[in-house]
């Protein structure tokens, strides 16, 4: 896991390693600069200008290590050829080997300023070259072969070639002065590995003052012996090189052997046992092999009968100690290793979580964004259990990031494991389940809506029907796509509840007034649950326990109360006229198949019923008023003579007429007057038949009345009923009447003839 991590990452890890190998180096610059003025002193006031200068350039080192390395190469420099300069070098300026330390000098910065990824290098060189001056000469060589080959500071062989030319000038100085001083002859091989302690035993005092033109050179900088010292070197010398050579050699050929020891290590490492331990074990078997065959080649080159140089080494315990310096200097190098690579790991590890954290915060971010969505867009879809789990996540991301400054590499990677293997799958698939909880919502909501609509079509409830949807919302569909359907759907479900609602208080408020009912509690309105978005529970008691409940309560005693109304409008349509009986027709086909949701149409129904009541009696009142006009307008005393049977009904047909003011609309008061009125249409229809004779005779009076006068106009007195061209019943009707109006005339009912009794003269027209 961590691994594939930092391979698309490697910047993060090698970012960590540099800044390590930064400190690391610097600190290295420091160390070699204090050891080298220290063992070779050139600054006066014993160790505190080296310990100043040292502290410089392990800080310089942190900004310019160049300069750094720089500084560091000429102090080298200038302590060496300082210490030549004391021991006559500026006699041998002319020589050959004078020559030869020039070049063993330059050569090795030849290659400092070729190689700049193993300039830091040169610093184990100058280090192993400083520690030849001292008792611990013997870690020179793990330094320079240990170091260089596992630490990765270039070629190991260039770097032994440049300690060896480096070396040389003050393994020129111990040969001449032990020559010089001791040996007394030229026959003793040369001393080439060990403590150059003729040199350090007369190493010459620093300067008096760091300011070389105002204190000068010591008084005693100049070695008491110099001259033959110069003269050795420059005519003797030669003694030293060959050795010199195979030394360098020998240091050259153990980069080989090193290579041979690291081959071996990796053969050891497909054992189980060592396989887990192979990164320790390489550079101490390494380290341990180097040095052994060092030991061997060099107890070898100095045995008597070779005589090709002389070492130290091999004295006192020098060998085991070299063993375990060499063992040290591995374990220091692998422990800095590990500690890298564990730091290195800790960083890597804390750079992961921040990312992970990082694409945490986004996911909630992005999830929140969709919960927040829906929520706006779907109120009545329950979140609640997904932004809990998102408050979870969040305190737990912000648990970690209080925790990462003190955290364990054990800590990131169980935080790690955890993000990616239990939260981020879990958020992976709220995305997917928020759609299903959406569309899981919509298909509820259309659940809902046909058994609601169901309910609604058993209550014959009048009105709109609430959506369904036709076809099912795939999970797969975009979210806006969704929410616009959940939209839509529940603007309808709003507008529909609340029409029904209204729709059902106009109901019951229309059936307590047909059924004569007391006045009813209003019902509770559902736009608080449609507020609090329980739309499906809106829904329910609307068309459940609003309609449903409404019909099954009061169908039974609605429809017998509609039964007994519609028979008495029945038999009030078999005695109405033409006109109204096809009026009460219609209401009689449109109130039959009614419930009590019907209330409100049969709340005009009953109304109309009422109406055409009203106008068919007032027309039957203006009808008679006007018979009875005519009557008078004709003769007054057709009244006393002639009775129309109409005239006799008129007051109960007030009576009926007032009624039908005073009338309440419900079924009670509509049968009832419907139980009064039917007896007198039934009596206005016969008697409008009866009277229809009479109305006829009434109307041909004037034809009537002309004759009369023209027959009294020929100065009859007496008129019989044969006289006139009528039935003689109606002749009979016309001479009473006429006898009626005028005093001067008499009818005589048994001659049927009318007489004129007095003297008056009449007044004929």
Request: charged share 20%; glycine share 6%; with cysteine.
């Amino acid at each position: 896991m961590m691994a594939s991590w930092m391979a698309t990452n490697p910047e993060v890890s090698s970012q960590i390693r540099e800044k390590i190998k930064t400190y690391s180096y610097s600190l290295i610059v420091g160390i070699t600069a204090l050891v080298l003025l220290s063992v070779a002193p050139l600054f006066p006031g014993g160790y505190a200008l080296p310990i100043i200068v040292a502290i410089g350039l392990t800080i310089g080192y942190l900004r310019e290590p160049d300069i750094a390395l720089i500084i560091l190469y000429l102090l080298t420099y200038f302590s060496i050829i300082y210490q030549l300069v004391g021991f006559g070098f500026f006699q041998l300026l002319a020589t050959s080997v004078g020559v030869v330390i020039i070049l063993a000098m330059i050569i090795p910065l030849l290659s400092f300023l070729s190689d700049r990824l193993g300039r830091v290098s040169i610093c184990f060189v100058i280090l192993s070259v400083a520690l030849m001056l001292t008792r611990v000469y013997y870690l020179s060589i793990p330094l320079i072969l240990v170091v260089t080959i596992f630490g990765g500071f270039g070629s190991a062989r260039i770097q032994s070639a440049n300690f060896v030319l480096l070396l040389t000038p003050l393994l020129l100085l111990n040969n001449a002065i032990y020559y010089t001083s001791v040996a007394g002859s030229a026959s003793s091989a040369p001393i080439i590995f060990s403590q150059l302690s003729y040199l350090a035993n007369h190493l010459r005092p620093p300067l008096g003052g760091i300011n070389l033109f105002s204190g000068g050179l010591p008084a005693n900088y100049l070695y008491s012996h110099a001259l033959a010292v110069s003269d050795f070197m420059a005519a003797r010398s030669y003694v030293v090189y060959i050795p010199l050579i195979v030394f360098g050699i020998v240091l050259v050929a153990l980069v080989s052997v090193a290579d041979f020891a690291r081959t071996l290590s990796k053969e050891l490492s497909v054992i189980e046992v060592a396989k887990n331990y192979s990164k320790i074990l390489t550079p101490i078997i390494v380290s341990v092999i180097t040095t052994v065959t060092f030991l061997v080649i060099m107890l070898a080159l100095s045995q008597k009968g070779a005589d090709v140089l002389q070492t130290g080494i091999l004295s006192g315990g020098s060998p085991y100690l070299m063993v375990a310096g060499s063992v040290g200097i591995a374990g220091l190098m692998m422990g800095t290793e590990l500690a890298t690579e564990r730091l290195e790991r800790t960083q890597v590890a804390e750079a992961k979580l921040e990312e992970l954290l990082s694409n945490l915060d986004s996911r909630i971010r992005a999830i929140e964004d969709e919960i927040q969505a829906i929520s706006t867009g779907a109120p009545s879809i329950d979140l609640s259990s997904e932004r809990k789990a998102l408050t979870e996540q969040s305190s737990y991301a912000a648990d970690v990031r209080t925790q990462l400054p003190t955290a364990s590499y054990g800590s990131f990677l169980s935080w790690i494991s955890d993000i990616e293997n239990r939260i981020f799958p879990s958020l992976d698939v709220m995305p997917k389940m928020l759609m299903m909880r959406l569309t899981g919502g919509l298909q509820a909501l259309s659940s809902a809506s046909l058994t609601t609509n169901s309910r609604l079509d058993e209550s014959r409830a009048p009105g709109p029907r609430y959506p369904s949807m036709d076809r099912p919302v795939s999970h797969e569909a975009p979210l806006e796509e969704v929410l616009q359907i959940y939209q839509q759907a529940i603007v309808s479900i709003e507008e529909t509840t609340i029409k029904l609602f209204d729709l059902y208080v106009e109901a019951i408020g229309a059936y307590g007034v047909l059924m004569s009912l007391e006045e009813l509690a209003p019902p509770v309105s559902p736009a608080s649950l449609l507020e609090s978005r329980d739309y499906v529970t809106a829904m329910k008691l609307v068309s459940e326990h609003y309609w449903l409940n409404f019909h099954i309560r009061e169908n039974e005693r609605y429809h017998d109360r509609l039964t007994t109304f519609l028979d008495a409008i029945s038999k009030v349509e078999g005695a109405s006229n033409e006109e109204d009986h096809e009026r009460l027709a219609g209401i009689i086909r449109a109130s039959t198949d009614t419930t009590p949701s019907s209330a409100p149409l049969m709340l005009k129904n009953v109304k109309g019923t009422i109406e055409i009541q009203r106008e068919s009696i007032g027309r039957a009142i203006e009808e008679i008023e006007t018979v009875r006009k005519m009557v008078s307008t004709v003769d007054p005393s057709f009244s006393n003579v002639l009775k129309l049977n109409t005239t006799g009904i008129l007051d109960d047909m007030f009576a009926i007429q007032g009624a039908t003011r005073r009338i309440q609309l419900n079924f009670n008061d509509a049968i009832s007057l419907s139980k009064q009125a039917l007896p007198i249409l039934k009596a206005l229809s016969e008697y409008r038949k009866l009277d229809e004779e009479s109305l006829i005779i009434i109307s041909q009076y004037p034809v009537a009345l002309r004759l009369l006068r023209r027959v009294f106009a020929e100065n009859k007195d007496v008129v019989r009923i044969t006289d006139l061209p009528f039935q003689r019943d109606i002749a009979t009707f016309f001479l009473k009447s006429f006898a009626a109006s005028n005093r001067s005339y008499s009818y005589d009912e048994e001659r049927g003839e009318l007489t004129y009794e007095h003297d008056q003269m009449y007044q004929r027209s």
